[in-house]
């Protein structure tokens, strides 16, 4: 299974592939989660919950890597706070747990007006996964991709994000 969805942002390649690798932006439109890494092939992307937490190792791998292109990188399977935001219990997140790891894949495209096409593929999904359920915004309490791509497009368009995350029922149409 794969879920793609595309938006277009009022940006340049440059700054988005800055909001997309440096932590000091995704922790302004990805919750406080600081994402790390020095973006080569091969190379891990750590996790920082908080700003005082140390950058964890969640087994994430840059796949590919053309600046400011392309990113592709292993996506973390399913942690302890996932069971704690979605309140499975622990038999659930035990189950869950053991899907397969996937990847996602960041296309970026000028269009010539200004703007920057921005496609995420996050692909590698075995049928009802609650991993693509949750990406893909239709798990109560995860506004997915959708949701953070609408926070980084608000972010680099406005200098602010979006107050609420998308809710559930949000489809992955994007917005052109």
């Avoid at 942002?9 to 990805?30: C, G, N, S, V």
């Amino acid at each position: 299974m794969e879920f793609t969805y595309t938006t277009r942002i009022a940006t340049t390649p440059a700054q988005l592939w800055a909001a997309l690798t440096e932590p000091e932006f995704t922790r302004r439109y990805w919750f406080g989660v600081g994402m790390q890494s020095d973006w080569r092939v091969g190379s891990p992307v750590k996790w920082q919950n908080m700003p005082e937490e140390e950058f964890q190792d969640l087994g994430q791998v840059v796949l590919a890597a053309d600046p400011p292109r392309l990113l592709s990188y292993s996506w973390h399977l399913l942690q302890p706070a996932h069971a704690q935001l979605f309140g499975w219990t622990d038999e659930e997140f035990a189950k869950y747990a053991k899907e397969p790891r996937t990847k996602v894949t960041f296309e970026l495209e000028p269009d010539g007006d200004g703007k920057v096409r921005l496609t995420v593929t996050h692909d590698g999904f075995e049928p009802g996964s609650v991993m693509y359920r949750a990406i893909s915004g239709q798990l109560e309490g995860s506004g997915g991709w959708p949701g953070l791509m609408n926070n980084l497009k608000a972010l680099l368009e406005t200098g602010t994000v979006l107050a609420t995350v998308p809710s559930a029922a949000h489809t992955a149409r994007g917005d052109e």
